[in-house]
Structures are given as structure tokens and as C-alpha cells.
């Protein structure tokens, strides 16, 4: 009797962890295929993408991925890809990769619009698209993306103006802005982010309430660049 009831309780148990186990593999399969979806995305020329591929099963080996180890699955924590020649547009499907932490691709030629979809990213600290052929307007869903310490936007071809919720992201320590065709205001609710520090420049037809802007700020940190 009591090797039977230790059967009905082994095979409970399994019951139990298959669907749990199921999740988990989900989950890093919407990585993986997230990846790829993002690369299809992309010209790469330099090769520097090979390695991101159906028979490489193991992502957190890809070029320029770096994962979460401590996760089970893995899940990726960063993605980072500066200086490599891409061109292309930045897929959607970057919001799949809900521990995504980093994402720099930086200093490529990457054109289209910056997608809305990073606003999913919720652990997202680290944004650096700077130095691309980016158009378009700073998506308002940004301000979700409560993480953010660190955003870089710089030396594109960006319109619009600064989404009025940025000084939502409590976070927030560093926003560079310069060499974009932003308009209108700098939103007063930056003055409430004390190590908040706005790199614009002098080109810029943005209007700066600077008294206002600045007065929560530890130091004068609202700064220009040629």
C-alpha cells in the first residue's frame, strides 16, 4: 500500500511540474524567436548576425546577446550590437524580450521609426540608439519603461517633441537629445528628477523653462551640445 500511494504521489508531482516546465520553455522560445524576428529586420554585412541562427540553438551564445543566467530558462538581458554596419529597421518584436535590461545599437545605420513596443520592456535600464538614420517621433509608451536610467537618442533624424511624461521615470539620470529636429517645450516635470541631466543642443527650436526645469535639480544639468 505504501509503495502505491508513493506511486499516485510521484505521478501527481509530475503532473504538477509538466505545465510549469511548459511555461518555461515557452518563455525561452519567445526569446529565441523574438531574436530572429529582430535580425530579419536587419542588413548585415559584415557577418556580424551569423551566428543568430535556427541550427545555433543556444542564444545566449549570439553575437552581441547576453542572458540572464540566473533565470531558468535563460532569458536575454541584453542586446549589444554598436558599430556593426547594420542597416535595416528595429523590429517591433524587441518588446518581446520581456528581461531585456540593455539595448545599445548605437553608431549603425539604422533608419524607420523607434518602435512603440519598447514600452514593454519594464526591466529595460539602458536604451542607446544614438548616432542612427532614426525618423519619426520619441514614442510616448518610453514613459512605461519605469527602469530607465540611461536613454540616448542622439545624432538622429527625430521630430516632434519630448513625450510630457518623461519625468514620470523616476529612474531617469541622463537623456541625450542633441542633433534631432525636436520642437516645442522641455517638459517642466524633468525639474522633478533631482540627477536628471539633459543633453540638447544648441541647434535645437526646443524652448527650455529653464528656471523651472532646473530648480529641482542638484546641479545645473540641463546642458548643450554644439
Not at 508531482?13 to 516546465?21: E, T
Not at 549589444?80 to 518584436?93: E, N, Y
Not at 523607434?114 to 540608439?129: D, R, S, V
Not at 534631432?180 to 528628477?193: A, Q
Request: with cysteine; net charge positive.
Amino acid at each position: 500500500m505504501g509503495i502505491f500511494l508513493q506511486v499516485i504521489f510521484l505521478l501527481l508531482l509530475s503532473q504538477a511540474v509538466q505545465p510549469i516546465a511548459k511555461a518555461a520553455f515557452s518563455e525561452y522560445e519567445d526569446d529565441r524567436k523574438a531574436l530572429l524576428a529582430f535580425k530579419a529586420g536587419l542588413s548585415d554585412h559584415s557577418g556580424t548576425l551569423s551566428s543568430w541562427n535556427q541550427r545555433n540553438a543556444d542564444f545566449c551564445r549570439w553575437e552581441g546577446v547576453t542572458c540572464h543566467n540566473t533565470s531558468q530558462p535563460p532569458r536575454v538581458s541584453a542586446v549589444t550590437l554598436p558599430s556593426r554596419g547594420l542597416t535595416g529597421t528595429i523590429s517591433p518584436v524587441v518588446g518581446n524580450l520581456s528581461f531585456l535590461q540593455s539595448l545599445n545599437l548605437s553608431s549603425n545605420q539604422l533608419g524607420g521609426e523607434i518602435p512603440a513596443t519598447i514600452g514593454f520592456l519594464h526591466h529595460l535600464g539602458y536604451l542607446n540608439l544614438g548616432n542612427n538614420s532614426l525618423y519619426g517621433v520619441i514614442p510616448d509608451e518610453l514613459c512605461n519603461c519605469s527602469s530607465l536610467v540611461y536613454i540616448r537618442l542622439d545624432s538622429n533624424l527625430i521630430t516632434g517633441s519630448i513625450p510630457v511624461n518623461f519625468g514620470a521615470m523616476s529612474k531617469l539620470e541622463s537623456i541625450f537629445l542633441y542633433l534631432n529636429n525636436l520642437t516645442g517645450p522641455i517638459p517642466p516635470s524633468f525639474g522633478n528628477l533631482s540627477a536628471l541631466r539633459v543633453v540638447l543642443s544648441t541647434k535645437t527650436t526646443l524652448r527650455a523653462p529653464y528656471r523651472r526645469v532646473s530648480r529641482g535639480c542638484a546641479t545645473s544639468r540641463l546642458s548643450f551640445s554644439p
